[in-house]
């Protein structure tokens, strides 16, 4: 065992108080050095990531960056804040500005799922699969697999009917695009459409932790739930921004889109 | 059941909505909190998502008692509550489930959220409890094999309604909601071989 001298000890100590303090309860604003949150909890590299943020940060705070980034500061506090603590209060005013910006996000998002950590939780399954554990693995990567081809159908639904509509809306609204073109769609079909998908996850890891015996295996099993719980987190965040931010949003784009239109016909 | 509650607090003051929010936070009761500052802003986002609990101060409402009864209608599982900082009359606090005013103690107001989010479950469920009853299990194995919710009633000479109590309870005591989740559970706990479900 290596022995910390004890001055050296301390300062690590307190580096790490430091640290909690900005996972815990810090109120990010625009001068927040990014790179500072970003240690204090490491899930903010997803968002990053979706917004097509690139490491190093250097010293550049997070208005800086959102700005280089075309992201309004207080969209990129709203979502970075959902990152850092889920329960965190949303104030959804944001404007058809936005959209783009969401826009980004959610498709980065979708990308990292059926790209990257799926195919990375189906691996881990993979790896699972040893002798003694046969049985168990062969039903867990079942209900892996139906649980993965549901929420590609739902991916790609928003993929290629919800955000091309929205989209559209936006060029109309913002005189980009011409009349029609809209189908007859409305935000208004596109509502709970996340809560299977939350439920059966929720489902794999309660098996995992309370009743799936196995003889081999403790490491993948380990590695198998932490991955769950980053895919976990990173999609109660996305249907956050959904429900309560682009829907609300879209919503409201609507009735603008209805009123102008009746206006017009007067 | 163990879902996180999305609750909604309507207020033109952000001094109100903020700190209500920071309030409920501190005590521990964990949601998604919203805000709004007029009518239109909460249906919006009664549009986005079931909304548990919709915290809202009464002049948003009172000229407006019509579109309020349309927006319960909207989302009929949504309850109510009136913040009164003022006087309001009661023929339009008697629109709401339940109202708190600005003087009582935080305890109470959270108290008065978790009654009204939590009242229904706690009539059905209880507390989760670890063995299944003997026609939880029997349930349990058809609903395994693949048998629909007719098919069990018909099976085991119950209602629809009763097969899909005695669901809800699996679930609840298990915490496993999904039949392909329960079917997982029921081949481990070998109330079912694995060649009936992989064959």
């Given at each position: 065992?290596t022995?910390?001298?004890p001055n ?7 580096k ?7 996972a ?6 625009a001068d927040t050095?990014?790179s500072?949150a970003?240690?204090?909890n ?6 990053l990531?979706?917004f097509?943020?690139?490491?190093p940060?250097q010293?550049?705070?997070l208005?800086?960056?959102a700005a280089?980034?075309r992201i309004?500061?207080?969209l990129?506090?709203?979502?970075a804040n959902?990152?850092?603590d889920?329960?965190?209060g949303?104030?959804?005013?944001f404007?058809g500005?936005?959209?783009?910006a969401?826009l980004r996000?959610l498709k ?7 790209e ?7 691996s881990?399954i993979?790896?699972m699969n ?8 062969v039903?867990i990567?079942?209900?892996f697999d139906?649980y993965?081809s549901?929420v590609?159908?739902h991916l790609?639904y928003?993929n ?5 509509y ?5 060029e109309?609204?913002?005189?980009e695009a ?9 935000v208004?079909e596109?509502?709970?459409h996340h809560d ?5 996850l929720?489902?794999?890891k309660?098996l995992?932790i309370?009743?799936l015996?196995m003889?081999e ?9 932490f991955s769950?719980?980053?895919l976990e987190?990173?999609?109660k965040?996305h ?8 829907i609300?949003?879209v919503?409201?784009?609507e009735e ?5 239109q009746l206006?017009?016909?007067? | 059941?163990?879902?996180s ?9 952000e001094?109100?909505t903020?700190g209500?929010?920071a309030?409920l936070?501190?005590h ?6 919203l805000?709004?500052?007029s009518?239109?802003?909460i249906q919006r986002?009664?549009?986005?998502k ?5 915290v809202?101060?009464?002049?948003l409402?009172q000229n407006?008692a ?6 319960r209608n909207l989302s009929?599982q949504?309850r109510?509550?009136?913040l009164?900082?003022?006087?309001y009359?009661?023929?339009l606090?008697s629109l709401f489930?339940a109202?708190v005013?600005v003087?009582?103690p935080p305890?109470k ?9 939590t ?9 989760p409890?670890?063995?299944?009853s003997e026609?939880e299990?029997?349930?349990l194995?058809?609903l395994a094999s693949?048998?629909a919710t007719?098919e069990i ?5 119950i209602s629809?309604n009763?097969?899909?109590?005695h ?5 609840f ?5 999904s039949?392909?989740?329960?079917t997982i559970?029921?081949v481990v706990?070998?109330?079912?071989t ?6």
């Open positions: 065992m022995l910390v001298p050296q000890r301390d300062f690590f100590i307190f790490k108080r430091d640290i909690m303090k900005i815990g309860n810090i109120n990010l604003t050095r990014l500072d970003v240690s204090g490491p899930f903010l590299l997803l968002l990531e979706h097509e943020i690139d490491l940060l010293e550049k705070t208005g800086e960056i280089e980034h309004s500061p207080e990129f506090m709203t979502f959902l990152y850092l889920l329960h965190h949303i104030d959804p005013q404007s500005d936005d959209i783009s969401i996000f980065n998002s979708h990308r990292y799922y059926s990257e950590i799926y195919p990375e939780i189906l881990t993979g790896e040893q002798p003694g554990n046969r049985e168990e693995t039903m990567k079942k209900f139906e993965f549901e590609k159908v790609d928003e290629d009917t919800v955000f091309p929205i989209l559209h809306l936006y109309r609204l913002s005189g011409g009349q029609g073109g809209i189908r007859n769609y409305s208004a596109y509502r709970e299977d998908i939350e439920e059966k929720d489902d794999l309660n995992l309370q009743y015996p003889k295996g403790r490491l993948m099993r380990r590695k198998l739930l769950l719980f980053e987190h990173d999609l965040i249907s956050h921004i959904e429900d309560f931010i682009l609300p949003l919503a409201s784009m603008q889109l209805n009123r102008a206006n017009g016909s007067r | 059941m163990n879902r509650l999305n609750i909604l607090i309507a207020d033109p003051s001094l109100i903020a209500l929010t309030i936070n501190g521990n009761l964990k949601a998604l909190y805000k709004a500052e009518l239109d802003d986002l009664l549009t986005g079931s909304i548990d609990i919709v809202v101060n009464p002049s409402i407006n019509r579109a309020f009864s349309t927006l009929a949504t109510w509550i009136a009164i900082y003022s006087y009359e009661e023929r606090l489930d109202s005013t003087n009582d305890e107001i959270v108290s008065v959220i978790r009654e009204l989010a009242g229904e479950e706690a009539v059905n469920g209880g507390m409890d670890a063995g299944l026609r299990i029997e349930v194995r058809l693949g048998m007719k009633a018909d099976a085991l000479n629809t009763t097969v899909i109590t669901r809800k309870n699996i679930s005591k298990t915490g496993i909601k039949v392909s989740g329960l559970y029921a706990k070998k109330l079912i694995l060649g009936s479900v992989t064959g």
